[in-house]
């Protein structure tokens, strides 16, 4: 089973900012199966990204997925207030995962 | 508009069992894999079951194993999961979830969810 451990666990940015988390695999993703998922309390998750960089429908463009192999990053180029949430990764495909999560927070 | 309506969650002792439900509609259910996945009070998001188009293909996490059986009625729109021998740790959110596709199987859209407890 491939694990996900993202970093930091809790990022403390201010609106208008740029936020940078990083999810690292144990193993290498094939087929660019890892996706970004967004989750704010009481809510379920909603999708991002997906294909590592693809921005799901109606996600603004100051969310950007990049990397490959074992090491993956999702960037909020400007946090808007909404933006504050927990972030999730996952491994698609046979056996999904997900990593832990990392929460942005207000600074 | 995709929606998912999950049903279903409640307290329940150990050791007991109970089925989840979940309603689709805003998309042609039998075209599409769908899971499970669940949220323990607090913590990460954990995968627990997975059924192809036709429930020729089904997936389980280590945890559940055994306990849990994934199904589906295309003709209903309907995911169930049968969930047996339940543990305190199986206390969580459970989520429906819709697979894009065979050829890039991420997860699209979740439902709200249904709180199950399993407590004594």
């Known amino acids: 089973e491939i694990v996900l451990r993202q970093s930091p666990g809790t990022l403390s940015v201010s609106p208008g900012e740029r936020a940078t988390l990083s999810c690292r695999a144990s193993?290498?993703?094939?087929?660019?199966?890892l996706a970004w998922y967004q989750q704010k309390p009481g809510q379920a998750p909603r999708l991002l990204i997906y294909?590592?960089?693809s921005r799901a429908t109606g996600i603004p463009d100051r969310f950007s997925g990049s990397g490959s192999g074992t090491d993956f990053t999702l960037t909020i180029s400007r946090l808007e207030p909404e933006d504050f949430a927990v972030y999730y990764c996952?491994?698609?495909?046979?056996?999904?995962?997900f990593g832990q999560g990392t929460k942005v927070d207000f600074k | 508009e995709v929606q998912l309506v999950e049903s279903g969650g409640g307290l329940v002792r150990p050791g007991g069992s109970l089925t989840l439900s979940c309603l689709a509609s805003?998309?042609?259910?039998?075209?599409?894999?769908m899971h499970w996945v669940r949220q323990a009070p607090g913590k990460g998001l954990e995968f627990v079951s997975g059924?192809?188009?036709?429930?020729?293909?089904?997936s389980y996490g280590d945890s559940v194993k055994g306990r849990f059986t994934i199904s589906r009625d295309n003709y209903k729109r309907t995911l169930f999961l049968q969930m047996t021998s339940l543990r305190p740790e199986d206390t969580a959110v459970y989520y429906c979830?819709?697979?894009?596709?065979?050829?890039?199987?991420?997860?699209?859209?979740w439902g709200q969810g249904t709180l199950l407890t399993v407590s004594s």
């Open positions: 193993q290498s993703i094939n087929n660019n199966y």
């Open positions: 996952q491994r698609y495909g046979a056996s999904p995962t």
């Open positions: 979830v819709k697979e894009w596709s065979s050829w890039s199987p991420y997860f699209d859209y």
């Open positions: 059924i192809s188009f036709n429930g020729g293909d089904i």
């Open positions: 805003g998309f042609t259910f039998s075209s599409h894999a």
């Open positions: 294909d590592v960089s």
